[in-house]
């Protein structure tokens, strides 16, 4: 007997909704940049001519990686929402978040390799096209 597609929920739970699909060109990349000489962030140009751009700082709390999803999702946060800071007197250093490498994963998404040696999240198009902040696509971000 075959348990393919079997997906198991804890009872009481309702099991959550896939989004939506967007469509292909929506998803495509036409030019990715990644702009770690500079550190502003990466942009894409994507194939149903849209542009979208991220700072590094948003994309590093937006991680999809299962780690910094289920603390995201403990501490209530949306992805690219910041951490809550304690109150110090004096406020510890910490380098801006940024990639030290970026890499193509397949045809389907960008490995950012950061600064604080965290290089497991991988951002797939449809992940970042849903992250996109402008309110053309907030439209689309929530399906």
Known sequence: MSHEG???VP????????????????VTPAKVRVHI???TGVE?????????NWTFAFLRQA???????????ADGRAPGQPKS??????PLFKPAPKPTSAERVG??????????SHNSG?????????????????QISSL
Do not use: M
Not at 44 to 52: A, F, K, L, P, T
């Open 37 to 39: 000489s500079e550190g």
């Open 63 to 73: 991680c999809p990686c299962a780690t910094c999803a289920e603390e995201r999702s």
């Open 11 to 26: 009872a009481g739970s309702a099991p959550s909704a896939e989004p939506a699909a967007l469509p292909a060109a929506a």
């Open 6 to 8: 079997i997906r198991f």
């Open 107 to 116: 045809n389907y998404a960008l490995r950012l390799n950061w600064n604080d």
């Open 44 to 52: 894409i140009d994507w194939q149903d001519g849209h542009r979208s």
């Open 122 to 138: 991988i951002y797939s198009w449809d992940y970042l096209r849903r992250l996109c902040n402008c309110p053309a696509c907030a």
């Open 85 to 90: 800071q304690p109150k110090l007197v004096l």
